[in-house]
């Protein structure tokens, strides 16, 4: 789909922004782009659309070197969102969407229409379309970014920090956003990003460049994680890709026991019986109340008269990653997480050493895990 | 002035009106014709300044220099070659507004955010497409603002131009003070005032129709 050939880019006072990249992108799919400042990632994206011409070597899109195609042209066909947005002040949200179909010649009213169901597809109220950009917030703003960048339905785009700007709240909507639509579009997306997480939260691939302008590694999130190439790459990843590894894990693979789990009808004498620290209490649909600590138990009565404990969180069996299982254990007082069915109803519980253990072995098969799983947090 | 002379008689007012309605005809036309070709000139002047940034500092030392030079000596430079004509008035002052319009249009330009000029580019703008539909529409703001400054100078220079008798309403203020005689130069002084005073209000209204993106700067979350 798009590939980078030998690709080098310097310039005339000697530094090197990216030093012979050779790189196949797939075809609609995320390659995030990540590296420290400096190492050439923005530069790389940039050649793509040709904002910034290679030194030596070719970018091909389709098959076709795009030196080929007039700049302006090629850029029309390819989506482009920046930090920023840089939505144009003077003109309205829609017409700010309708901007690449105008360029291209489109009649205004078919422009238009266009922009209006882009408009909803980010998720933006229609009465939005006749504001101006200063009237929007940060994060509308980025919507509206993503949607002029698919105003003419290009089967590429590129993103260079586009969720860099917003508050952390915010880009996790844009993030979960982001993947929801790429589920639609299945666009060829190049994605640019200073923020590992972010790169493991989005990429089908990743490609982490190190200073100097050099491609480190170009692999799987999973593979990143569990396999970092060198000592730089795994820096880069952090001191806690052993837990971020996890994100990859479906919580229902988690092996799960069945624990002190007793109804808030239960009497207390026979709690008391079941010999363990901390009791999880459910009503009659298995759902979890709370935990009941064994040495404050009323003297008589059942379950329900006992004073409980919040439960921290639970975590879904469908839907939650192993990561989420884990945060589950560490936050819960009885250092078990809870895990539950759709219905909320608890299946069993499972510690911490238990959870590890599923990333222990996760290690050991790196082949078995090449493929992301579906029901992972991201 | 003589003793006893009111300050204003009301009556020459009235018996000279059609004269006077006359007279600030020409003095707007005195006034505003260089604003319009300062403009001209600045616009494209202005781009290539942005464009070229070694271009700027040479080309805004000659319109300070020009601008420095008294609008007297300027008129007998060109009486020599366009003669005791309107347009003998209209060049310099057209000159003097280059000194307030080409910084305006460049620093109007200047004022695109980055993000904005580098989005243009990568949706496929070409670069005069860029300039003419997205750069020059933001700079409005504050290319009109140098042109409220240079129409309200202009408004008030064009009576100096009376000293080769085409001065607009100036024409009053030379023939009050022979006849010695206050009204018309009273008349004349507030006509070019309220000349001024409107033009800008219009300026500044013409402002808001244009640029209504640049109000309601509302956030909404």
């Known amino acids: 789909m798009i590939r980078f050939n030998a690709v080098s880019k310097s310039y005339p006072n000697g530094t090197t922004a990216v030093d012979d990249l050779s790189l196949e992108l797939a075809e609609g799919g995320i390659t995030v782009l990540v590296g420290p400042s400096g190492c050439g990632k923005t530069t790389t994206l940039r050649m793509i659309n040709r904002m910034v011409e290679p030194t030596s070597g070719t970018v091909s899109l389709r098959g076709r070197d795009i030196r080929e195609v007039h700049a302006p042209e090629l850029r029309r066909g390819i989506g482009y969102v920046i930090q920023h947005a840089g939505l144009f002040p003077h003109r309205t949200i829609l017409d700010n969407i309708a901007t690449v179909p105008l360029l291209l010649g489109w009649s205004r009213k078919k422009a238009r229409a266009r922009a209006a169901e882009l408009l909803e597809l980010v998720g933006l109220p229609e009465e939005m379309a006749k504001r101006y950009p200063n009237q929007l917030s940060g994060g509308q703003q980025q919507r509206v970014g993503v949607a002029r960048a698919l105003g003419a339905d290009p089967p590429v785009l590129l993103m260079d920090e586009p969720f860099s700007a917003v508050d952390p709240i915010v880009r996790a909507e844009l993030q979960a956003e982001f993947i929801r639509l790429q589920k639609e579009l299945h666009k060829t997306i190049v994605f640019v990003t200073h923020d590992i997480d972010e790169a493991i939260k989005l990429g089908d691939n990743i490609a982490v460049f190190r200073t100097g302008g050099k491609l480190a590694q170009f692999d799987t999130p999973e593979q990143l994680l569990a396999h970092p190439a060198d000592d730089f790459v795994a820096g880069f990843v952090g001191q806690d890709r052993g837990i971020r590894r996890l994100s990859f894990v479906k919580a229902g693979e988690v092996p799960l026991r069945d624990g002190p789990v007793l109804t808030a009808t239960t009497p207390v004498a026979q709690a008391r019986a079941a010999a363990e620290a901390w009791l999880l209490v459910v009503d009659d649909g298995r759902r979890p109340l709370g935990w009941a600590p064994a040495a404050e138990l009323p003297a008589s009565g059942t379950l329900a008269d006992a004073s409980l404990v919040p439960l921290g969180h639970t975590f879904s069996l469908v839907g939650d990653s192993a990561r989420a299982a884990l945060d589950s254990a560490l936050l819960s007082p009885a250092r078990l997480a809870v895990g539950v069915d759709a219905d909320g109803a608890v299946v069993g519980v499972a510690d911490a050493q238990e959870l590890s253990a599923v990333a222990a072995a996760e290690v050991g098969e790196p082949a078995a895990n090449a493929e992301k799983a579906d029901g992972d947090d991201r | ?221």
């Not at chain 2, 290539?48 to 271009?55: D, G, P």
């Not at chain 2, 347009?87 to 200047?110: C, E, H, K, Q």
């Not at chain 2, 042109?147 to 008030?156: E, P």
């Open chain 2, 1 to 221: 002035m003589s003793d006893g002379e009111p300050l204003v008689r009301w009556q020459w007012i009235g018996d000279h009106a059609g004269e006077l309605a006359d007279y600030t005809g020409v003095h707007l036309r005195l006034g505003l014709l260089p604003v319009l070709f300062g403009l001209i000139v600045s616009v494209p002047l202005g781009i290539a300044c942005h464009r070229w940034r070694w271009l700027y500092a040479p080309v805004l030392t000659v319109t300070n220099i020009l601008y420095s030079i008294p609008s007297l000596a300027l008129f007998m430079i060109f009486v020599r070659y366009t003669g005791l004509t309107e347009r003998t008035v209209m060049i310099p002052l057209t000159l003097y507004t280059l000194s307030v319009l080409v910084p305006n249009v460049v620093d109007g330009l200047a004022s695109v955010p980055e993000p904005v000029r580098q989005a243009a580019t990568a949706l496929g703008f070409g670069p005069v497409r860029r300039v003419v539909q997205v750069e020059l529409p933001i700079a409005v703001p504050v290319v009109i603002a140098g042109v409220r400054v240079a129409a309200v100078s202009s408004i008030s220079l064009v009576a100096v131009g009376q000293l080769i008798g085409q001065g607009g309403l100036g024409y009053y203020i030379t023939r009050g003070l022979q006849l010695d005689f206050p009204t018309p130069i009273v008349t004349a002084i507030v006509l070019i005032m309220l000349l001024a005073l409107t033009t800008d209000a219009l300026l500044v209204l013409a402002q808001r129709l244009l640029t209504p993106w640049s109000r309601n700067k509302v956030t909404s979350s």
